[in-house]
């Protein structure tokens, strides 16, 4: 297996830039990722990521495309949220610099039912473009 692969299918912090309000500056948080694939086969490179956030709005909450996980039914996760989403149709690129923590737990081994469930509404979510 080469070094990449194992990321595939797994949960990682990164360090995300964000508009700070408050200072009117960029700041940094820690935020989940499920890594869907990875450019090289060894690092350093670029993932492709699902985020994985608490959505504090209902609204926006994508009923296909944001796959509920609640941390009581996934403990194996070590999601901080009492309930998560993987946003699958907010696909983002990482690049491996900016993994703070390695990974936090392997949802495609842990929990494959729901890792079928994420391919497949993703699926449904691209077949949808152009």
């Given amino acids: ?17 964000y508009h700070n309000l408050e200072t009117d500056k960029t700041a940094f ?4 990722f499920l890594i869907i694939g990875a450019e090289y086969d060894t690092l ?19 009923p ?6 609640d941390k009581e ?5 070590s999601l901080n949220a009492d309930t998560s989403y993987i946003r699958v149709h907010k696909i983002q690129t ?15 081994e842990a929990y494959p039912d729901l890792y079928t469930e994420v391919k497949a509404a993703y699926r449904g979510f691209s077949g949808g473009l152009f």
């Fill in 94 to 108: 990482i690049h491996s610099s900016q993994l703070t923590i390695g990974i936090l737990s392997s949802l495609s």
């Fill in 64 to 69: 296909v495309h944001d796959i509920k996980v």
């Fill in 29 to 32: 948080k820690s935020r989940p």
């Fill in 1 to 17: 297996m080469n070094e990449t692969q194992a990321y595939i299918g797994a949960i990682v912090k990164t360090r995300s830039a």
């Fill in 73 to 77: 039914r996934y403990p194996k996760l």
């Fill in 44 to 62: 350093p490179c670029d993932f492709t990521a699902f985020p994985i956030s608490k959505v504090s709005t209902s609204q926006n909450i994508d």
